[in-house]
């Protein structure tokens, strides 16, 4: 038979993993958003980086493509996309514009990041 107190623990364990489970289950949307725009100002920044590295060693901006070329970026940006938002990189003769805009505006954000 079991006692009162060893069900008293097995409920309140299986109680604490429901609402954990349930927790972990219901992320609202604009959490969602939230980690996206982090993800995507972490990716500028790579970007950032990738592009510094690459005009030290060719003189010059390059493409998106360039600097993964390169192995400066990861590949996962080769084809522009990534977690939701499409990156574009516009060199000029002495700078460059990076830019990303979500791919689907109403659950993503507004705007553009540059």
Do not use: W
Not at 36 to 48: A, E, F, P
């Amino acid at each position: 038979m079991i006692s009162k107190l060893a069900l008293a623990r097995c409920v309140g364990v299986i109680g604490s993993a429901i609402f954990l489970l349930a927790g972990l289950s219901c992320i609202a949307p604009s959490d969602v958003s939230r980690i996206n725009k982090l993800k995507t100002t972490q990716t500028l920044l790579s970007i950032r980086e990738a592009e510094k590295a690459f005009k030290a060693k060719h003189g010059k901006y390059g493409t998106l493509q360039d600097p993964t070329s390169a192995g400066l970026l990861d590949q996962a940006l080769a084809n522009g996309s990534k977690d939701g938002y499409k990156f574009e990189v516009t060199p000029s003769e002495n700078n460059y514009k990076a830019l990303a805009t979500p791919q689907r505006f109403k659950s993503l954000a507004r705007g553009h990041i540059t």
